[in-house]
């Protein structure tokens, strides 16, 4: 008999697989994960983060199958509707700014932050952008040629790209860290050839980096200084993950542009970017994409951000993410080097024990078992493990994760793990 995943490799496109294991599921529901013969899975990574709010929520199905019912038209391109109106102005309520601001509505983070890029080259007349180093913005155009993640692959980077390092507490790149960075920021936006700078603030795919107190905010005043705008990518690590609404506000700036994506959509395809309107509506017709602003993914969004405010799910983040970064840190083994990150984003490093070095082998491994013994969780950066479940977790799921997870380690550690097999799934 053909399974799921046979019946995929035979007629899926490669170029959009990024595979562990042959994870096959056919339903959801909270944080867990449904497979064909009935085996349910703990969600750890909630499809890295889109599904925040987890599997069916009720919200987000029911505003959904209302919208699908009635919907007026598939677009927001040459019609409005109440829903991108509403979506647009949900977001300016929710997105601390001043001045007068707009909202790009698209599919996916990967266009929200091309738009914001070209919207910065456009207003300010220049085209370098300063990125960083292992970063990821998006899979398609300029948001591509300045990931350093894309770069890091064999991409060629946007020729006008400029990438800074990222400050990680646990592998500085030297003694000042932030120092370093931030000279180098400076001496590039000083010349008045920035158009704009692009930063996660936690840095995501490069390995869940979580950046020294007070980065955000120096790199910010160096923006304002020198008159660059800064864009900030909260696509994966925004909207009540890091225990507050905004990523940002951990270091109480002000961005002025800011991008959002996966969770926003509840699944769905939506995204967002909000900013100054002098940047966001010229030149106009200079995005299109004939369905985003749709009715059904607006209302979505909608869904999202009502549920996320009323039912706390930023403090529930901080909460039951300070439960589980305590657990994990607990787990007995010399394998985990560092246990990093903010509310329910959370990075545990494996290392060699002998040479601190990074394991990406046991990284691949660890997750593989991780699948066999009911959980799903990934890996970023080669030897990172990415722990960003949905933010209706519970305690007793969190301590439950934490447990395959050490468990997980353990077996890869111990050579249980089938190493031929895990050498199937490529991962990054």
Same mark, same amino acid.
């Given at each position: ?67 699908? &019912? ?55 007349? &220049? ?13 398609? *155009? ?27 507490? !646990? ?54 200084? !020198? ?20 990523? !940002? ?97 959370? *990075? ?51 301590? &439950? ?28």
């Amino acid at each position: 008999m053909t399974t799921l995943y046979q019946r995929d490799e035979a007629a899926i496109a490669g170029i959009e697989k990024l595979r562990f294991f042959p994870l096959e599921v056919v339903s959801g529901h909270g944080s867990t994960l449904v497979t064909p013969d009935g085996r349910e899975l703990l969600d750890l990574s909630a499809t890295w983060t889109a599904s925040g709010l987890g599997h069916g929520h009720p919200a987000v199905a029911e505003a959904v199958s209302r919208a699908v &019912r009635t919907a007026p038209g598939s677009g927001g391109l040459s019609a409005v509707h109440p829903d991108s109106v509403g979506l647009a102005e949900d977001l300016l309520a929710l997105v601390p700014g001043t001045g007068e601001r707009r909202v790009y509505l698209g599919h996916a983070g990967s266009d929200a932050n091309d738009v914001a890029l070209r919207a910065c080259r456009h207003g300010t007349g &220049r085209r370098t952008v300063l990125a960083f180093e292992h970063s990821y913005h998006g899979g398609v *155009g300029v948001a591509m040629g300045v990931s350093g993640v894309h770069v890091d692959a064999g991409v060629a980077p946007d020729p006008d790209a400029v990438f800074l390092p990222y400050p990680n507490p !646990f592998r500085p790149h030297g003694p000042d860290d932030v120092g370093t960075c931030l000279v180098l920021a400076e001496r590039h936006l000083s010349q008045g050839q920035i158009a704009c700078l692009i930063v996660e603030p936690i840095l995501s795919d490069g390995g869940l980096v979580v950046p020294p107190d007070g980065f955000l905010a120096r790199l910010h005043q160096l923006c304002r200084r !020198f008159g660059v705008p800064m864009i900030c990518d909260e696509v994966k690590m925004g909207l009540g993950r890091p225990g507050t609404l905004h990523a !940002f506000e951990h270091d109480g700036v002000v961005p002025d542009i800011v991008t959002f994506g996966k969770v926003l959509g509840g699944g769905l395809p939506l995204s967002a970017a909000v900013g100054p309107a002098d940047l966001l509506d010229h030149p106009p017709a200079a995005a299109l994409l004939t369905t985003a602003g749709n009715p059904v993914c607006t209302v979505a969004g909608r869904a999202v951000l009502a549920t996320i405010v009323e039912e706390q799910l930023a403090e529930r983040a901080a909460k039951v993410g300070a439960v589980l970064t305590d657990a994990l840190r607990a787990l007995d083994t010399d394998r985990i080097g560092d246990v990093r990150g903010r509310g329910l984003a959370i *990075g545990v490093e494996l290392v060699d024990p002998a040479t601190g070095d990074r394991d990406a082998r046991l990284a691949a491994q660890v997750v593989y078992r991780a699948w066999e013994l009911g959980a799903v969780v990934y890996y970023v950066g080669g030897n990172v493990l990415e722990v960003t479940p949905p933010l209706v977790l519970t305690e007793d799921e969190a301590l &439950r994760g934490a447990e395959i997870i050490g468990a997980a380690i353990a077996d890869a550690a111990t050579g249980t793990v089938d190493a031929e097999e895990v050498a199937r799934y490529a991962g990054w």
